[in-house]
Nanobody, 127 residues
Framework: QVQLVESGGGLVQSGDSLSLSCAAS????????MGWFRQAPGKERVFVAS????????YYIDSVKGRFTISRDNAKNTVYQQMNSLKPEDTAVYYC????????????????????WGQGTQVTVSS
């Protein structure tokens, strides 16, 4: 069974940095794309960033480009998201996700049911 466990969330001030980690288990990590989504209070869960199975391509929403960096370490079965210059609007629960299908990219259009999900980690940015 695929399991994703996020860590690294917390309370920071505007302009600070935070690094999220997601440890995966239950299958061959290196064959699957990974992604981060977030859900702010009262809003839908939305795509933030993803990285292909081989790490060669990354995708970001416009609002985090230049501030967030997604990376993966296949030897550690872990995906990371480095978040710099955080803003209050980045406040949300951040979820790690992975495609159910090998090689297939995780994109904003990827269906919820086509991914496995972690339990989420809270990121709060105060102004």
């Amino acid at each position: 069974q695929v399991q994703l466990v996020e860590s690294g969330g917390g309370l920071v001030q505007s302009g600070d940095s935070l690094s999220l980690s997601c440890a995966a288990s239950g299958r061959t990590f290196s064959a699957y794309a990974m992604g981060w989504f977030r859900q702010a209070p009262g809003k839908e869960r939305v795509f933030v960033a993803s990285i292909d199975w081989n790490g060669r391509r990354q995708y970001y929403i416009d609002s985090v480009k230049g501030r967030f960096t997604i990376s993966r370490d296949n030897a550690k079965n872990t995906v990371y998201q480095q978040m710099n210059s955080l803003k209050p609007e980045d406040t949300a629960v951040y979820y790690c996700a992975t495609s159910r299908f090998p090689v297939t990219s995780v994109l904003p259009s990827t269906k919820y049911e086509d991914m496995y999900w972690g339990q989420g980690t809270q990121v709060t940015v105060s102004s």
